[in-house]
């Protein structure tokens, strides 16, 4: 992932994105994707990314500056609604029929903010609505370094599967919500830097790191 430079701390609030948010979802997703050379600009004239999942997920963003602009975004999509990605090729993970499942997915932080605040923000936000849901696991598409990012900080995501080429290579992970707070209080950096404090209590509406 291109880091980019890196802007001046500014605080970021988290919240659930609402039907009005859509189009600047899309078009963070869309100029992060373009960036990394996921999507091509010919496919997407509007300038917009979006999928059929969206039609069954809720998302996060996380916005910055006196104007609010959209730095990041994520979704989670809710497997009562609708099949899930990663039980699509080129993963093809079976997940558990009738299940309380969801799959995170489309994680999309502008380059100037990628410095692990803004993820962390979005997932705290989702793992929100896992609680609220009752979901039981929480499955990702996840590249090799978000993968080691996430489990550094005490996330107790694990592999289901090789790697494999989509989005860039990618691996098929779960994380089961029950061990979500144990693993965090086990970890050194997830105490240290507050995350373990973030994840035991409810998240506000507006959420501000």
Known sequence: ???GAAAPWV????????ADDAESVQRCRYDVYAEQGFVSPNDHPEGREWDHYDAHAVSAIATAGPLGEVIG?????LAE???LPIEAPPHSIGVLAGGRVA???RLCVRPAFRHGRVGMGLFRVLFQV???RSIDSVYGILDERLL????????PFRRLGPPRSFMGVTIPCVCEVADVVPALRRNTQANLLGVTWLFERPC??????
């Open 130 to 132: 896992v609680e609220q």
């Open 73 to 77: 975004t994520a979704r989670l999509i």
């Open 11 to 18: 605080p970021v609030t988290f919240r659930l994105a609402g």
């Open 148 to 155: 080691g990012s996430l489990r550094w900080i005490g996330l």
């Open 81 to 83: 609604d609708g099949p």
């Open 204 to 209: 506000p509406e507006r959420l501000v790191l």
């Open 103 to 105: 799959e995170i997915s």
């Open 1 to 3: 992932m291109t880091t």
